[in-house]
T-cell receptor, first 111, second 115 residues
Framework: LAKTTQPISMDSYEGQEVNITCSHN???????ITWYQQFPSQGPRFIIQ???TKVTNEVASLFIPADRKSSTLSLPRVSLSDTAVYYC????????????FGGGTRLMVKP | NAGVTQTPKFRVLKTGQSMTLLCAQD?????MYWYRQDPGMGLRLIHY???????AKGEVPDGYNVSRLKKQNFLLGLESAAPSQTSVYFC??????????????FGPGTRLTVT
């Protein structure tokens, strides 16, 4: 499984755009990139998944450069309720795939 | 839909005691998973199942057993609890197929303390 590296923590202010970058230098050809969000005392929640270029949904955008060695989760106009831990995961979409959750990035949104 | 539910929400055990955690999902998902999360850490996969009657080991399976007798239920057992098993346990489920295993739906967690 590809190892991922992301910042331990980030601070932002309400209304700002937040970009969290994840490095995955040894990503394999059949690996996908997935991001989860976890609030305190809750289970993680799927945010977005991509393979290459750009993916956008109602919550976030995911930017993946051509070499796929990194990815950036973009949260537009964050609010206090976006304060959470964000996990970047990389792995193949196989049956019973084991997802590896690293330490994640602790995002603190301030008023 | 209730989604993924876990029973109990909290439990305190003495060393050596046994217990079973129950996970139930009403989304007709094929895949189910058990994770543990220690304070300030990411989740680690204990066991998983790709269908009724099948189970497989994850990253940290020692000290745990699982069973998937019904598609909607996934049980996690601790035969002889140890303080090192103090953690928050999360159950998850997902659809099969190319995207399924990455888009997992998690339960609210069970906070277990072993003294």
């Amino acid at each position: 499984l590809a190892k991922t590296t992301q910042p331990i923590s980030m601070d932002s202010y309400e209304g700002q755009e937040v970009n969290i970058t994840c490095s995955h230098n040894n990503i394999a050809t059949n690996d996908y990139i997935t991001w989860y969000q976890q609030f305190p005392s809750q289970g993680p929640r799927f945010i977005i998944q991509g393979y290459k270029t750009k993916v956008t949904n109602e919550v976030a955008s995911l930017f993946i450069p051509a070499d796929r060695k990194s990815s950036t989760l973009s949260l537009p106009r964050v609010s206090l309720s976006d304060t959470a831990v964000y996990y970047c995961l990389v792995g193949p979409n196989n049956a019973g795939n084991m997802l590896t959750f690293g330490g994640g990035t602790r995002l603190m949104v301030k008023p | 839909n209730a989604g993924v539910t876990q029973t109990p929400k909290f439990r305190v055990l003495k060393t050596g005691q046994s217990m079973t955690l129950l996970c139930a999902q009403d989304m007709n998902h094929e895949y189910m998973y058990w994770y543990r999360q220690d304070p300030g850490m990411g989740l680690r996969l204990i066991h998983y199942s790709v269908g009724e009657g099948t189970t497989a080991k994850g990253e940290v399976p020692d000290g745990y057993n699982v069973s998937r007798l019904k598609k909607q239920n996934f049980l996690l057992g601790l035969e002889s609890a140890a303080p090192s098993q103090t953690s928050v346990y999360f159950c998850a489920s997902s659809l099969p197929g190319p995207r399924g295993s990455h888009e997992q739906y998690f339960g609210p967690g069970t906070r277990l303390t072993v003294t």
